[in-house]
């Protein structure tokens, strides 16, 4: 492998360059945007993995700016002296110039090292050094059978090479990728992976023959459209032209790169290859060298600017994102604000009230029939129980067996009857259910009527108040207290004992001093009230009328003499009885009415409570987003002003 001397760079002294670079480096401040990025994104809740891919394109640039190395891919066509390019930048022929079009996918990276050396790069990250490059026939022979594809490992992303050239050891890395016109489509695509993920800067050679090929043209504005405008265009086998055409050829490479691919300012240097590996040709290393001197310029400046674009893409990424969020809070807040002032919107006490009349009327057509039921079930109840104690009253066979049972077991039997009516009914204690299932079913009724329309009318309040308003309790209780009205009612009371001072003397006769101690013995045995002790009373002031007997022929004789008063008396009893009953039962229709109207009004107070809950809710809710659209809106302008404060320093590290 024939080696050459490196010749010198042109005006462009290594101190130049490094004090020019640390100029760049201060004016781009990438570690103060990495900073305001990594603050910015911590303050909002991102995508899980929107913000691992900013996590990532921030890694990419931390770790960019710790590499010491600047990346130069190099792309062109098959023939178009790219291998010899990159020869002559090494001063060796380390490339088969000649070779045929490979099959590897990979590209080579060329970098410095002390000994030449090569190691197989895996797309799982796995690195693989290759061992003796010597003894299997040196480094040149070795990357020519990988990219020829007489050797093939699978996986392979890319090949890295160290090299001991003056040029790369100035930092330099040089990817050589894929010749684009290839048979093989991936080549393209490796190519086109290599510049987005690896390189700091791209070198587009053309041959000054035959100048952007349509193929490569199409190439290019399909693939790198977006970074052709930082590229460096070369063009090489530039001593191949007549030298009095050169000037000409190359204003017109100039001007087809500038049309063909919309560039508008390209930045377009001739190289001559052959001359720097050949020693012939001398009034080309001139212009080789300051070709080489501004690729180190351009490397370095390209490196900083691409750092900086990637600093604005995070930054527009961010803003994006910030305005979405934006919309997105100003949306939510909207939808639930019109929400609450259309949940509202119906007056919640007028509705109330007109549920109030217009279920009132149902209840007091419900109720008559609730009272027929009633009564029907009541007189069934009644008259079994009447008709034992009939049973009994004919059961005596003397006259005074059967003044012992009106004397005592009567009072004692009626007692008993009474009892079972009210267990029967309900209206006792550890009796039926009849009463209470009667009034709770009623009451269910026009409740669930009222929560039905309630929430047809105010479903979308209900839905917005769900943790504002607790389950209202909406079973209707029976008051205990009407059990016990049913044995202490005073009206009753009153109506029985006129009725019965009113009949005595027509029905008993002249039982009155009877009547009296009867009600004395009514005001101490809790029937249904003194009115039916009157009546028990006159019938022992009638029997007590009579003269004893002690003749048992006597007792049919007797028992017809007082069948008429015993089954007055007993008519009597029960119908008040009754009375009592259907009244207590009326007071239970009323007092299921008021709690079916409590009921109602608890949906009142405590909606009501919720409208102006959610309402003050609402108010702070206002406040809060205000407060945040604000916050956002000043990290927007802040985040303008970032991207702007890039844009200058882009502008001043072009001017140095």
Known sequence: MESYTIHPLQDVPESAVDFRTQQMIETADIDNHIQFIQELVGKYRFPEEERQQIHREVQRILEKQQERRLHMAVVGEFSSGKSSFINALLRENLLETDVIQGTTVASTLLTYGETPSLCLHTSSGVQVPVENVEQQGGLGALLQSYTSGERQEEGVQYLEVGYPSDFLQQGICIIDTPGTNSLE????????????????????????????????????????????????????????????????????????????????????????????????????????????????????????????????????????????????????????????????????????LGQKTEINHLFQEDAPVKMGEFWDALNGWVSKEKAQVYEEFYKPKTESEIRIFLNGKLKQLLEEKKQLVLQESGMKQGGSQYFQNVVQELGRKYCACFEENFKREYQQLALLAHDLVNDIDMTVHLDESLMINVQANISLQQKVLANGKREDRRILGGAGAGAAAGAAIGSVVPVIGTGAGAVIGAIAGFVRSYKKSEDTTRGDSFRSQVTGDVRVMVEQYFGSLQDSMMQAFNQGLNSCWIQVDQIMNQYLDRY?????????????????????????????????????????????????
């Open 185 to 352: 489509q991936w080549h393209e695509e490796v190519t086109k992976r290599t510049i987005r993920e690896q390189a700091d800067a791209c070198i587009i050679l053309t041959s000054g023959e035959k100048p952007l090929p349509q193929t490569f043209s199409r190439f290019l504005e399909e693939n790198l459209q977006d970074v052709l405008p930082s590229c460096i265009f070369v063009v090489t086998k530039i001593d191949l032209i007549p030298t009095k055409q050169q000037a000409r050829q190359m204003e017109y490479i100039r001007r087809k790169i500038q049309e063909e691919l919309d560039i508008a300012n390209p930045l377009v240097l001739p190289y001559s290859a052959l001359p720097v590996m050949n020693g012939q040709g001398q009034e080309y290393l001139s212009v080789n060298g300051e070709t080489e001197g501004e690729l180190l310029r351009f490397l370095r400046e390209q490196r900083i600017k691409i750092q900086l674009q990637r600093c604005v893409t995070l930054l527009e990424h961010t803003m994006e994102h910030l305005r979405e969020s934006m919309e997105q809070i100003s949306k939510e807040q909207k939808e639930k604000h019109e929400q609450l002032v259309q949940a509202v919107t119906t007056d919640l006490q007028g509705f109330v």
């Open 608 to 656: 009501l409570f919720a409208v102006q809950e959610m309402q003050r809710r609402d108010q702070q809710e206002q406040e809060r987003v205000f407060q945040e659209l604000q916050n956002i809106q000043y990290d927007l302008d802040h985040t303008q002003w970032q991207m702007e404060q890039i844009q200058l320093a882009k502008a001043r590290i072009s001017r140095l």
